[in-house]
């Protein structure tokens, strides 16, 4: 990877926006069917991997340390997340300095998976919860620093009028993939080794074509933001107030974050703990769950995406969205049997599918900088990978009030966090 400095910046001193209304304007030069069509092909192979890990590594623990696992689980993941709110911001920004000859992305992509490949074998081989720890939070660090590196595609590649869709169907990749990496994991559960690396190896074959094809555009050096590390490590923290919109529109992806930290950190063990699933059966009830929502997913993954690029509105459909999860999560606080719980799950679906979607739209259209993509869009992703460390931290306290197991509090507090991000949408100015 080479490397530059030297760039100048273009801002819209009226909205803190981009120039392009729309928020960035495509700088590929190959075909856009043709991008889409590689980039969905990778999603199911990055969303498999992506979904799978937390579940694979709260399975691996619970099979190494069953007596400690809630704590020794919320412990790795926390200290991932902290590692992550360093490591994936500074990968953004310095692929978005790359003037490889391989284009800006893909060498940060090939990389990050890896490394990830590499820390999965770990984790999959030792019995040691230190050891484990370990691996998996370089592991889960380099995973998400290519993840965001491959997600800047379909931002720079993709009009803004076909945004939403193309990422409608990535989630919808995304949402099959989670049932299907529910079922891998929990078929994979007796072999560690396995239950770890391929989930890895799947991103690495789906991507691929993506690798081999893309033309990802190559930079020089004065098309690139400067190299200078004051400047670089300032620009981690977009600053709000230069950027309101970009502010608003990431406070309300962090509550949302937390919401879905809250539910998806905890489901497996609210399993284990108040519905009494075996620890051998939680990973098959986990992708049930996934199943019976995956119609629902279906159709408001491809149908928001659809309706919010028709109408050309986002906020309302993020706001709605933010209100379906709080809803779900109720439910899911008060469910007292598995089919409960399916109904909370599906509930929760819906808006999780159509805020995942719409959001992500709404993200790419306040960026600041078209050149700054890759470190803006991952400072997106620390709105929801700053929440896999705050819930972990602070779950074990709040599930131990009134005498333990209190998901009640948890989740009706995250709904809570829900609520207040759908108000923040009015706030969002500039954009429908």
């Given at each position: 990877m080479t490397i530059h400095a030297e760039s100048t910046q273009?801002?819209?001193?009226?909205?803190?926006?981009?120039?392009?209304?729309?928020?960035?304007?495509?700088?590929?030069?190959?075909?856009?069917?043709?991008?889409?069509?590689?980039?969905?092909?990778?999603?199911?192979?990055?969303?498999?991997?992506?979904?799978?890990?937390?579940?694979a590594l709260s399975l691996r623990i619970a099979s190494v340390a069953?007596?400690?696992?809630?704590?020794?689980?919320?412990?790795?993941?926390?200290?991932?997340?902290?590692?992550?709110?360093?490591?994936?911001?500074?990968?953004?920004?310095?692929?978005?300095?790359?003037?490889?000859?391989?284009?800006?992305?893909?060498?940060?992509?090939?990389?990050?998976?890896?490394?990830?490949?590499?820390?999965?074998?770990?984790?999959?081989?030792?019995?040691?919860?230190?050891?484990?720890?370990?691996?998996?939070?370089?592991?889960?660090?380099?995973?998400?620093?290519?993840?965001?590196?491959?997600?800047?595609?379909?931002?720079?590649?993709?009009?803004?009028?076909?945004?939403?869709?193309?990422?409608?169907?990535?989630?919808?990749f995304g949402a099959l993939a989670f049932s299907g990496g529910s079922y891998l994991t929990g078929a994979l559960v007796d072999q560690p080794l396995l239950l770890m690396t391929v989930p890895v190896l799947l991103a690495l074959v789906a991507s691929l074509p993506l690798l081999a094809l893309y033309r990802d555009p190559v930079k020089v050096?004065?098309?690139?933001?400067?190299?200078?590390?004051?400047?670089?490590?300032?620009?981690?923290?977009?600053?709000?107030?230069?950027?309101?919109?970009?502010?608003?529109?990431?406070?309300?992806?962090?509550?949302?974050?937390?919401?879905?930290?809250?539910?998806?950190?905890?489901f497996i063990y609210f399993m284990i703990d108040v519905l009494a699933v075996p620890l051998p059966e939680v990973g098959a009830k986990a992708g049930l769950l996934t199943l019976i929502s995956a119609p629902v997913s279906i159709i408001c993954f491809t149908g928001s995406g659809w309706l919010s690029d028709k109408i050309g509105r986002r906020k309302p459909i993020v706001a709605a969205a933010a209100l379906f999860m709080a809803a779900g999560l109720v439910l899911g606080a008060t469910a007292s049997s598995f089919n409960g719980f399916a109904v909370a799950w599906v509930v929760f679906a819906v808006g999780q599918a159509a805020y995942?979607?719409?959001?992500?739209?709404?993200?790419?259209?306040?960026?600041?900088?078209?050149?700054?993509?890759?470190?803006?869009?991952?400072?997106?992703?620390?709105?929801?990978?700053?929440?896999?460390?705050?819930?972990?931290?602070?779950?074990?306290?709040?599930?131990?009030?009134?005498?333990?197991?209190?998901?009640?509090?948890?989740w009706i507090g995250a709904a809570v966090l829900c609520i207040t991000g759908a108000a923040l949408m009015p706030l969002i100015k500039g954009v429908r």
């Open positions: 273009s801002l819209d001193p009226a909205d803190g926006g981009l120039h392009d209304p729309a928020g960035f304007a495509p700088t590929t030069s190959g075909s856009t069917a043709r991008t889409i069509a590689l980039v969905l092909i990778a999603a199911v192979g990055m969303y498999v991997m992506a979904m799978s890990l937390s579940t069953p007596d400690t696992k809630d704590v020794l689980y919320s412990r790795i993941v926390s200290i991932g997340a902290l590692a992550m709110l360093v490591v994936v911001p500074l990968a953004g920004a310095l692929s978005d300095r790359t003037t490889s000859r391989f284009g800006r992305r893909r060498p940060w992509i090939v990389a990050g998976l890896l490394v990830t490949l590499l820390g999965a074998l770990v984790v999959g081989a030792s019995s040691n919860p230190l050891v484990i720890g370990a691996a998996y939070i370089v592991a889960v660090a380099a995973m998400q620093a290519g993840f965001n590196a491959y997600a800047v595609i379909p931002v720079e590649a993709v009009p803004d009028a076909m945004r939403a869709r193309v990422m409608g169907v990535m989630g919808l050096r004065a098309e690139v933001p400067a190299l200078d590390v004051r400047s670089m490590v300032g620009g981690m923290i977009v600053n709000p107030r230069k950027h309101p919109n970009f502010g608003w529109t990431w406070l309300a992806r962090f509550l949302a974050g937390m919401a879905m930290a809250a539910l998806f950190t905890y995942l979607t719409v959001d992500l739209a709404l993200c790419a259209s306040v960026l600041p900088d078209s050149r700054d993509a890759g470190k803006d869009m991952a400072v997106f992703g620390l709105a929801l990978n700053i929440p896999n460390i705050l819930v972990p931290a602070l779950g074990p306290t709040i599930l131990a009030l009134g005498g333990g197991q209190n998901y009640t509090v948890l």
